[in-house]
């Protein structure tokens, strides 16, 4: 069945892969499997769509976990707070904020958090391991009908590895105080399997002011066997960690050298997270099944205006989120020849629900409470139904036609008795797909779709300002997008890669749940366009380069004479590049890369826009028989851009009482060093 290969891919599994089994000494193999150099004619529903093998993730130098979404063609990851928060996610012209309109899965578990203490959709992926991750596939665009909630932009659906290239012991230590220790290991017996590791990492960080004291901890444990023709996977995780962090701070500040580039205004911010799961996957040629159970909390300590709302007591505030996750999926798969062509039907059902037992936002000074702004307790359920029709009307003409059913409903208890209450709504999505084998070598794609993502569920039910008393209107529970592209892919297995796209995507509201504020913030409906190129090329077997380009137009399609038609946070031009040199046997191994974020408009006049960054990361090592060793360069050319920059007011000391509109901005961390040395075994 087509659809194999990327379910495969999905969990982990790819059947089609380039592996180099060069052994490293006696009693040890190394298997690299490479997504970039699989195949996927013939197997995807549009050009945007590809699988991220085990072999790319293993060379690139990473800053921070999240950035393994970078990967995603046209995809950049940000910060602007501390390293244990979620990261800020830009992809086709979205500023995702922590998630709202990418969907991301791990093992088949939803990572989005629904009506979330900071943020809709927030995605913290910093109990990954990398070192674990067998594959991402990822979708953009809203045309695939087995993905529901948040992806308007697109999905990637991380897949833990089924089978170590070797299990090994590493020690890091990097300027800034960095630390890190990561044992993995598997033991066989029969046709039984444990994949386990685990790590320890410790950071003080550039900033001035504070030790940012990151204290992470991070295990996981994953069990294999087989069970009649399939394969059943077990995944424990657990994840806790606790840091200081430097927010964003404002231009002025620096200027005045009242604090530095890497300076802080409020020293007592961070935060504490943790993360606890057990999943099941079952595959076997025609059924797929998964099962999980989450239980996450955040405290997070943020201070954005300073001294605006209060100015005695200072504007720092706390969020807290408190929740256990419900859910699973299944899917049946069905090959058939109908009025003598060749189809492929694939029908299943997803649920989830969220049991957060304590979501709140409290007004702060130095990590103490000083009075509460909201305080629930929210039931979330949602069930999905999905269908996917893949027909062959010829050998070179493949019809997609798909749909899914989304209900939700929603029961929220506030301290507040005006905003509690309930609310329910359901959508229907449908999707449409043509592929065109053009050559052996070469398909055209053309698809449509139909998406949507879940608002706050304290947006749906509030009544009334949690401050002020004021009047407020709900929003809708789900809110639609739809979207459309067309591209092409060209595959040589033996030089090129490649996949240009152009695309389209109308979103019906951008309304938000702000969880700095404890309210709803309205928004209008917009529309994006943009075209992407991706291309990747192999100079010899251990020699390759990559390029990824992506331009997106957003603007507001409602017009309002108090607001302009640019959507801010919007990235117009994104755009990556990198060389790796990566030869199976022992010696030396080397990958660079390049990573550009064009100018950000930051309100809806373009008024005011956020510098480009640029920034080069490389990696450099050397394998001798079990031994390798391995040096990174972060920031090469310790470039002093922005992270991630905002445009609002706020109030420092002796500042009028209206505050002060400004740039406020998270620098990127300066260049640094760090060195592993690792002993396979």
Known sequence: MQLSLLVCAASGVIPTVMA???????????????????????????????????????????????????????????????????NQ????????????????????????????????????????????????????????????????????????????????????????????????GEQQWHNNKLIFGGEVQRYAGPWRDLDEDIKKLNGMARYLTDIGSGQLSVSLMAYDNQWNSADQIPQRAVTSGLIGEYGSLDTTLGGKSSRYSLSANYTDADWRASAY?????????????????????GDQFEQLDNRVIWGGKLARDWNITWAGLLTDISVGADIRYDDIGNVGLYHTRARQRLATVRDDAIDELSTGLFTKIETHLSDDLTLRLGGRYDYYDADVASDNVRNSGSANDDIWSLKAGLAYRLTANSELYASAGQGFHSNDARGATIKVDPLSG???????????????????????????????????????????????AGTTEPSRASERYGTELTAYYWLNEVLSLDAELAYTRARFTEQQTAEGKYVDGTVPWVGSAGITYQPAEQGIYAALRLRYLGKRVLDSFKADEADASTLVNLSMGYRWHEWDLRAEVLNLFDRHDHDIDYWYESRLSGESANGIEDLHFHPVEPRMLRVSLSYHY
């Not at 490479?34 to 993730?57: D, F, H, K, P």
């Open 20 to 86: 180099d089994e060069t052994p490293q000494s006696s009693d040890l193999e190394r298997l690299v499997i490479y997504g970039r150099q699989q195949n996927l004619l013939g197997q995807t529903s549009s050009a945007s769509e590809g699988v991220i093998g085990a072999g790319e993730i293993e060379t690139r130098p990473l800053l921070r976990t999240g950035e393994v979404l970078e990967f995603v063609p046209g995809m950049m990851v940000t910060q602007h707070s501390g390293s244990g928060k979620a």
């Open 89 to 184: 996610y830009f992809l086709r012209g979205f500023n995702l904020d922590h998630g709202t309109d990418f969907a991301t899965t791990v093992d088949g578990m939803p990572i989005n958090m629904r009506s979330h203490g900071h943020g809709q959709g927030y995605t913290d992926l910093n109990f990954l391991l990398p070192e674990l991750i067998g594959s991402i596939h990822y979708r953009k665009g809203a045309y695939y009908p087995e993905v529901g909630d948040f992806s308007g932009a697109g999905a990637a659906e991380i897949g833990l590895l089924d089978q170590l290239p070797y299990r090994q012991a590493s020690v890091t230590f990097g300027e800034y105080g960095y630390q890190r220790y990561l044992v993995t």
């Open 293 to 313: 159970v989450i239980r996450s909390r955040l405290n997070l300590y943020s201070n954005f205006t300073y001294l605006l709302d209060h100015p005695v007591a």
């Open 470 to 516: 004021e009047a407020l209107d709900k929003v809708n529970l789900l809110v639609r997008s739809e979207g459309a592209e067309v591209g092409i892919r060209y595959y040589d297995a033996e030089r090129v890669n490649f996949s240009a796209a152009v695309w389209y995507l109308g979103l019906d509201s951008e309304l938000l749940y702000v969880g700095d």
